[in-house]
């Protein structure tokens, strides 16, 4: 993870300390999260995410890898009265 890169020595080793802690998961799951790459297929949950991007101060969504599209709701409804 890129953000921990950016952490200098003393702060990268209190963040890998503190980090699994604050998500709730193991060393060695967290240290799994880390090493996803941004093209994998894997998903890290929601909160997990959430709370990375609350932690090192980024936007909500910065760290995203793939564009969500979906359609909204004024979208379906209408396509839904159409077909009934």
């Not at 880390?34 to 994998?40: E, F, I, N, Q, R």
């Amino acid at each position: 993870m890129e953000c921990l890169e950016k952490l200098t020595v003393s702060e990268y080793r209190i963040a890998i300390k503190v980090l699994p802690k604050l998500i709730g998961k193991s060393q060695n799951t967290f240290w799994n999260y880390v090493h996803v790459d941004a093209d994998s297929k894997m998903d890290l949950p929601y909160t997990v995410v959430v709370t990375l991007e609350k932690f090192f101060k980024l936007q909500p969504g910065e760290l995203i890898n793939e564009p969500i599209e979906s359609p909204g709701i004024d979208e379906v409804l209408a396509d839904y009265r159409q077909r009934n």
